[in-house]
């Protein structure tokens, strides 16, 4: 599902920071002009519906409350990722490592809505632990 973004601002300066909240979240821009008779600009984005939740909390406080993004439900649009990809040929070794620490978002949509459900995921909990000493003598 992907979500309609209509951005408004008046300062340019803003704009490094609208795009860089854009591609946190996945989304993409579609255009981008200057609102004629006025100093203000206009981005069209598209961005998925998962990532959409608290975006104009984010905008506003990176922008300092002078972006003002609308949101509008667009299309249904197939996530062209593997959720279950991971480095298998050599060129792949090479380029992402032997242990693929990337965030894959597809795998994420995936385990998201498995743990909303109740379900299993390939999570675990504790990678890393150790025993604990305890501070009182056994006696």
Request: aromatic share 10%; no cysteine; hydrophobic share 35%.
């Amino acid at each position: 599902m992907q979500v309609e973004v209509d951005v408004m601002y008046e300062n340019k300066i803003y704009k490094g920071k609208l795009y860089a909240a854009l591609g946190r979240r996945g989304g993409r821009v579609v255009g981008s002009d200057l609102q004629s008779g006025s100093s203000s600009f206009r981005v069209h984005a598209l961005m998925p519906v998962a990532e959409s939740f608290k975006f104009a909390l984010e905008l506003r406080t990176h922008t300092s409350g002078l972006a003002a993004p609308q949101l509008m439900f667009s299309h249904w649009e197939v996530i062209d990722i593997d959720p279950f990809w991971q480095p298998r040929t050599e060129e792949e070794y090479l380029h992402w490592g032997e242990k693929w620490d990337g965030v894959n978002r597809a795998k994420a949509y995936v385990d998201s809505v498995r743990a909303r459900k109740g379900l299993a995921t390939d999570k675990q909990l504790v990678q890393h632990a150790e025993k604990q000493r305890t501070l009182s003598k056994n006696k």
